[in-house]
């Protein structure tokens, strides 16, 4: 088989979350261990950094691993979904897997997966594993797909455990409180690895307090030991983001410079969401310093290029200019409030916005947060699990959301775009999916 060949095969064959959702989904780690022993333990061959949380962890991945590029290290970076192209998921220093070691992976393979069964996810993280100990990478940014404790991602034993926060998504899957929904990504936490906490939650802070103890890992709380400020930028849209940064426990410091104080921190990701992120990877690589050393020319030099050398999209990404159309993969309650923080913040005669969303997210929560005084072009991803174009409309019309139905995003996106004016902003949103057909 080649390339393509290879790809629809196993689209065709294996069950994949992203595509039909809960029904793709293994509440165990069996096929995974499976895999594992197949290949001989590909995942005990590398240093490690597992991330989860509900929002940010993508954002979190592309960062750390930029800075750890940076500084010279041959970075491993495992991510989903993908948004163009599969081979998106797994990159080495920037660069992703090539085309013909998917194609021999699969076709060495074929017949054991086969027995195995596994899932279009497991059969991923099995190929990241793989390739990551046979081009013998330094360390890997490994990002959880959906919760961490049953999370095919979680056979690794990381130099640390990140979660970035907590809130409601996969609600049927993970729990339907935020105290389920931490206890399943707390299962990334592993004895004596040190953990951080990118946001603390009253209803979520005894959580991964009582999981730390019950493994004796050192846990720390992003936002309680650094505080981050957005310089004021007179930039309506600039490419980069200025930020400065603070310690506050007056007992420790950066390990990296001996200061507890960073000015002007250049960041190309200029979501204001992004501040809550930065805490997050500041205090990661402060704690990362003493595995891999780097300097603070080479923390500004990766965190000043993420896009560029991690080929991150989606993330408050702009298309275009006059009229301004930007993109952002927010898909659930509080990645949606702070796009419309965001949107807010940004002078425009009239919104335009394209939607479309997936079927099994709490729509109804997402529809009340959006703004009645826009024009919405309602469309649907061409995914099954894509929720259609027509019922959206009709569940946002009771939230007096009006606008028009289309076949496509991209037809959708093409209308948006004729009827907006020059100062006006045009908006994608709603999923990975919709997002995926614009960029």
């Known amino acids: 088989m080649n390339y393509k060949q290879t790809l629809d095969y196993l689209y065709a064959a294996l069950p994949m979350f992203h595509r039909i959702g809960a029904a793709a989904y293994k509440a165990n780690l069996d096929n995974t261990h499976a895999l594992c022993d197949l290949l001989n333990h590909p995942e005990n061959s590398f240093k490690s950094i597992h991330i989860a949380g509900t929002n940010g962890k993508g954002s979190t991945s592309h960062m750390l691993a930029s800075v750890l590029q940076a500084a010279g290290y041959k970075t491993g970076l495992y991510t989903s979904p993908h948004l163009k192209d599969f081979r998106e998921r797994i990159r080495i220093n920037g660069k992703m897997i090539s085309q013909n070691y998917v194609t021999q992976f699969v076709e060495k393979y074929k017949n054991e997966f086969e027995i195995i069964q596994p899932s279009f996810f497991e059969w991923t993280v099995a190929l990241a594993f793989d390739y990551f100990r046979n081009q013998k990478v330094d360390v890997a940014v490994i990002e959880t797909g959906l919760g961490g404790r049953l999370d095919s991602t979680n056979v690794i034993t990381p130099l640390l455990s990140v979660i970035t926060n907590i809130s409601y998504d996969h609600t049927n899957l993970l729990g339907k409180t935020l105290k389920k929904i931490a206890e399943e990504k707390a299962g990334i936490i592993k004895k004596h690895v040190w953990v951080i906490i990118g946001e603390t939650h009253p209803e979520t802070e005894k959580v991964f307090l009582k999981k730390a103890?019950?493994?004796?890992?050192?846990?720390?709380?992003?936002?309680?030991?650094?505080?981050?400020?957005?310089?004021?930028?007179?930039?309506?849209?600039?490419?980069?983001?200025?930020?400065?940064?603070?310690?506050?426990?007056?007992?420790?410091?950066?390990?990296?410079?001996?200061?507890?104080?960073?000015?002007?921190?250049?960041?190309?990701?200029?979501?204001?969401?992004?501040?809550?992120?930065?805490?997050?990877?500041?205090?990661?690589?402060?704690?990362?310093?003493?595995?891999?050393?780097?300097?603070?020319?080479?923390?500004?030099?990766?965190?000043?290029?993420?896009?560029?050398?991690?080929?991150?999209?989606?993330?408050?990404?702009?298309?275009?200019?006059?009229?301004?159309?930007?993109?952002?993969?927010?898909?659930?309650?509080?990645?949606?409030?702070?796009?419309?923080?965001?949107?807010?913040?940004?002078?425009y005669k009239k919104l335009h916005l394209v939607l479309g969303m997936v079927n099994d997210k709490a729509i109804n929560k997402i529809l009340n947060l959006l703004p009645r005084k826009a024009s919405y072009y309602f469309c649907n991803a061409n995914i099954p699990r894509a929720l259609a174009a027509e019922q959206l409309a009709m569940q946002a019309a009771q939230y007096n959301l009006k606008g028009k139905v289309f076949p496509s995003v991209k037809n959708a996106f093409n209308a948006a775009k004729k009827e907006a004016n020059a100062n006006d902003l045009v908006l994608i949103c709603g999923s990975n999916f919709t997002v995926a057909e614009i960029i």
């Not at 921190?265 to 204001?272: A, E, I, N, P, Y």
Request: net charge positive.
């Open 213 to 347: 103890d019950s493994t004796s890992s050192p846990i720390f709380f992003a936002d309680k030991e650094l505080s981050v400020v957005k310089r004021k930028n007179d930039k309506p849209f600039a490419e980069y983001m200025y930020l400065d940064v603070r310690i506050k426990n007056k007992w420790i410091n950066f390990s990296f410079n001996n200061k507890n104080t960073l000015e002007k921190l250049k960041l190309d990701l200029t979501g204001d969401y992004q501040v809550k992120n930065i805490r997050t990877v500041l205090m990661s690589l402060t704690l990362l310093h003493k595995h891999f050393p780097f300097t603070e020319k080479e923390l500004y030099k990766g965190l000043s290029a993420v896009k560029q050398s991690t080929g991150l999209m989606g993330r408050w990404q702009t298309l275009s200019y006059n009229p301004l159309v930007i993109a952002d993969t927010a898909h659930n309650e509080e990645g949606i409030k702070e796009v419309i923080k965001q949107i807010r913040k940004i002078q």
